[in-house]
């Protein structure tokens, strides 16, 4: 158990900050979480300060050579890619 957390601070939002406060994490996780601002200000506020996420390639056309072309590209990936960083969260 981390140190001065409770087991009620787990699942209490409020909590989190004075719980997570030493700490800053980082995670990998789909692009499709910068749809959802509400989750990505709660990745926030649980100290994660980076995510990972996977671009296979920037263009219809590179996609759709590697099969992913239903992933974003072009413009729609850098609006995705910023919301990340709007909610406080880097992508890398």
């Known amino acids: ?12 939002p409020h909590l989190v900050d004075e719980t997570l406060e030493p700490f800053d994490f980082f995670t990998q996780i789909t692009m499709e ?3 959802d ?12 300060v980076g995510a990972l996420v996977g671009v ?10 590697v099969y992913k072309d239903f992933n974003a590209s072009g413009e729609d990936l850098v609006r995705r ?3 990340f960083r709007r909610h406080g969260t880097a992508s890398r």
């Open 33 to 35: 979480a910068a749809e």
């Open 37 to 48: 601002g509400e989750f990505l200000d709660a990745m926030h506020r649980a100290h994660i």
């Open 81 to 83: 890619l910023r919301e």
């Open 1 to 12: 158990m981390l140190a001065g957390a409770t087991p009620a601070a787990f699942g209490v």
């Open 56 to 65: 296979e390639s920037i263009t219809p056309e590179g996609l759709k050579a």
